[in-house]
């Protein structure tokens, strides 16, 4: 199993900076990707950003430009640095890792391990 513990979510005026941490612990090895997901009251979680373990990055075209995702090795940590946030950015922001595995104990072949959520409020 793998915990994941995010914190630094609050509230902010429109163009103001938060930046999230989502500490990893347990069975963190075989973790090949970490990223950060959304959800805003009635709708869907979507994908925020995403790092894989070898430093690739990936966005939502909505954040591109505002918002950077990094990652500590050494403290088995995920960072979401958001600039300019808009009121639309209002949401419970979830950390996530995806730890492989072997296909014949899950298809897909990883895992996937959620933070509590943390929340992200944005005045206009």
């Known amino acids: 199993q793998v915990q994941l513990v995010e914190s630094g979510g609050g509230l902010v005026q429109a163009g103001g900076s938060l930046r999230l941490s989502c500490a990893a612990s347990g069975s963190i090895f075989s973790i090949n990707a970490m990223g950060w997901y959304r959800q805003a009251p009635e709708k869907q979680r979507e994908l925020v950003a995403t790092?894989?373990?070898?430093?690739?990055?990936d966005y939502v075209n909505s954040v591109k430009g505002r918002f950077t995702i990094s990652k500590d090795t050494a403290k088995n940590a995920v960072y979401l640095q958001m600039n300019s946030l808009k009121p639309e950015d209002t949401a419970v922001y979830y950390c996530?890792?995806?730890?492989?595995?072997?296909?014949?104990?899950?298809?897909?072949?990883?895992?996937?391990?959620w933070g509590q959520g943390t929340q992200v409020t944005v005045s206009s």
């Open positions: 790092i894989t373990d070898g430093g690739i990055t």
């Open positions: 996530n890792a995806q730890k492989v595995v072997p296909r014949t104990v899950v298809a897909k072949g990883y895992l996937d391990f």
